[in-house]
């Protein structure tokens, strides 16, 4: 089994940062990619940004663009997002995703792609 540990969410004003971690542990698996979603109450789990694991390749959703970095360590299983100049409706449980490798590519951006999530973390801005 495989376990997601995030932290980094708390509560900031408009425009500050924040930055969330996600560490991975468990049985040895081969990642093809890591990513961030949020999901208010009552909606669906939206996506936020994701990376691929051996080559580094950023995605992000529109909202975020030039305003949050997702990055990873590989040495230590962790991925990272950066969340600058946040605002109001960027509230919300953040969780992070792992992606194995399938023998047919799913997309990064979609929750069906992925196989593990880690339990949330709640990001608050206030305005």
């Known amino acids: 089994q495989v376990q997601l540990v995030e932290s980094g969410g708390g509560l900031v004003q408009a425009g500050g940062s924040l930055r969330l971690s996600c560490a991975a542990s468990?049985?040895?698996?081969?990642?093809?990619?890591m990513g961030w979603f949020r999901q208010a109450p009552g909606k669906e789990r939206e996506f936020v940004a994701a990376?691929?694991?051996?080559?580094?390749?950023?995605y992000y959703a529109d909202s975020v663009k030039g305003r949050f970095t997702i990055s990873r360590d590989r040495a230590k299983n962790t991925v990272y997002l950066q969340m600058n100049s946040l605002k109001p409706e960027d509230t919300t449980v953040y969780y992070c995703?792992?992606?194995?490798?399938?023998?047919?590519?799913?997309?990064?951006?979609?929750?069906?792609?992925?196989?593990?999530w880690g339990q949330g973390t709640q990001v608050t801005v206030s305005s």
């Open positions: 995703a792992l992606q194995r490798v399938k023998p047919i590519r799913v997309p990064v951006t979609t929750t069906r792609g992925y196989d593990y």
């Open positions: 468990g049985r040895a698996f081969s990642t093809y990619a």
């Open positions: 990376i691929n694991w051996s080559g580094g390749s950023t």
